[in-house]
């Protein structure tokens, strides 16, 4: 099977504007931005979707979402979105768990 896109932005073989990375997660700029800021937060680990996840996954999950509060404070919001599409018909775009953060509603601020 090839590897998805946020596979290889993951590994560096596809370019994407990122914010942060680690051992475990990569954080990137969306690039259909639905928000003046719209970050991709993603585990390094494929996993397919929410749907996907295993009971070995719930610290992954909980780091995740413990990122997103750390990338919010380092950019100093107020207040933020989260938001994890599940499926197709659910919105998800790309076959890879990943947590939307949208921010800076109303804001003429370039990013």
């Known amino acids: 099977m090839e ?3 946020f596979c290889k932005i993951a590994k560096k073989e596809a370019e994407a504007k990122i914010e942060y990375e680690d ?5 990137f700029h969306d690039l259909y ?7 991709l937060l993603i585990p390094r680990k494929h996993i397919h979707s929410v749907d996907h996840l295993e009971e070995r996954d719930t610290t992954l999950m909980g780091e995740l979402i413990l990122l997103a509060k750390k990338v919010a404070r380092d950019k100093s919001l107020k207040g933020y979105q989260l ?5 197709r018909e659910g919105g998800q775009m790309i076959d890879h768990l ?3 953060l ?10």
């Open 33 to 39: 931005p639905k928000a003046p800021l719209h970050l």
């Open 83 to 87: 938001q994890i599409n599940v499926g």
């Open 3 to 5: 590897e998805c896109i």
């Open 23 to 27: 051992e475990q997660f990569v954080v």
């Open 102 to 111: 949208l921010a800076n509603y109303g804001k003429d601020k370039n990013i």
């Open 98 to 100: 990943h947590l939307h």
